[in-house]
T-cell receptor
Framework: AQTVTQSQPEMSVQEAETVTLSCTYD???????LFWYKQPPSRQMILVIR??????QNATENRFSVNFQKAAKSFSLKISDSQLGDTAMYFC??????????????FGQGTELSVKP | SQTIHQWPATLVQPVGSPLSLECTVE??????LYWYRQAAGRGLQLLFY??????ISSEVPQNLSASRPQDRQFILSSKKLLLSDSGFYLC?????????FGEGSRLTVL
């Protein structure tokens, strides 16, 4: 069975600084997606970034980028130029592909990020 | 564009009472639909998913059930709620490996 581990329950960063959130996962699969979701106080889950396992290039989305290390099964999220609106709970998630597995996400426990002015 | 709605947003129910949470998706056909539960301060746990009308798969044994009476409607139910059913419930649909979540329903069982 797949597992996702986020070892940082809470983190804080000063506005405009850079912060990295850690995530490791365990799987024997070769085809999968990895995601970072953001859950602000409104509780709506918002996709931040997605990485396909077959792609070696790290995904980027504006101020958000990932460091995907497939062999090490590591998937960290870097937030550059942190903004107050980045304050939220961040979840790392794994999705196995194939056999109509789409949408069956395995989530980590989350990292609560606070951006301080 | 596709949208997903779920209701009610907030629900307070006594132990032993029934439950019905509804979710509808607009702007797409034959979506995969999901119910997730988030306990306080924790990640999301997949409860049910459906790949079509009347097709429901359960991920964990529990006091809840799901139904899909129409292509874009997904319902989460219980005949008798337990205290442990309290939590934040999220409906979602997927396309191309990406999940889109509804606004969530907060259930408090007293």
């Amino acid at each position: 069975a797949q597992t996702v581990t986020q070892s940082q329950p809470e983190m804080s960063v000063q506005e405009a600084e850079t912060v990295t959130l850690s995530c490791t996962y365990d799987t024997s699969e070769n085809n999968y997606y990895l995601f970072w979701y953001k859950q602000p106080p409104s509780r709506q889950m918002i996709l931040v970034i997605r990485q396909e396992a077959y792609k070696q290039q790290n995904a980027t989305e504006n101020r958000f980028s990932v460091n995907f290390q497939k062999a090490a099964k590591s998937f960290s999220l870097k937030i550059s130029d942190s903004q107050l609106g980045d304050t939220a709970m961040y979840f790392c998630a794994f999705m196995k592909l194939g056999n109509n597995q789409g949408g069956k996400l395995i989530f980590g426990q989350g990292t609560e990020l606070s951006v301080k002015p | 564009s596709q949208t997903i709605h779920q209701w009610p947003a907030t629900l307070v129910q006594p132990v032993g009472s029934p439950l019905s949470l509804e979710c509808t998706v607009e702007g797409t056909s034959n979506p995969n639909l999901y119910w997730y539960r988030q306990a306080a301060g924790r990640g999301l746990q997949l409860l049910f998913y459906s790949v079509g009308i009347g097709q429901i798969s359960s991920e964990v044994p529990q006091n809840l059930s799901a139904s899909r009476p129409q292509d874009r409607q997904f319902i989460l139910s219980s005949k008798k709620l337990l205290l442990s059913d309290s939590g934040f419930y999220l409906c979602a649909w997927s396309v191309m490996g990406e999940l889109f979540f509804g606004e969530g329903s907060r259930l408090t069982v007293l």
